[in-house]
């Protein structure tokens, strides 16, 4: 069970906005599987990794399919791994959205609207990783 305070020191570091961008950024860049277009998502994402002061790198399994690993700090503290994936399922045709599936648009009550915005790609990286990589200048 995580701890209350630490759950805390996490959520008062975080930036919402810092966030937002990050997420946004994501969902706009297509990465429909299958369709192949993981690379450009691995890309973004390694450009937000670096943002945020880490040494990314793109490993691609049997299949060439992408995966990002990111490394924080010297590597003197336990480590901590986070698993999840860059593709989304098929948006299907565009003209069904009421807004584009790749807009990662605000709109009303919902932070973000999209295909893959509920997708684990832009979900728990995007909330809590800015908070845990530490003060950045």
Known sequence: MVEEAAVGAVVERMDPDEVLRFAR??????????????DAVAGVAVEILEDLGGRPEIVRGEEGRPSVV???GRGDRPALAWNGHLDVVPAGDPSAWRHPPFGAQVVSDAPVSSSPAGSIS????????????????
Do not use: D, K, M
């Open 122 to 137: 832009t979900s728990w990286p995007t909330r809590s990783l800015p908070a845990c990589t530490g003060p950045r200048s």
């Open 25 to 38: 950024r994501l969902i706009a860049t297509p990465s429909e599987n299958p369709g192949g277009t993981e």
């Open 70 to 72: 990111a490394r924080f």
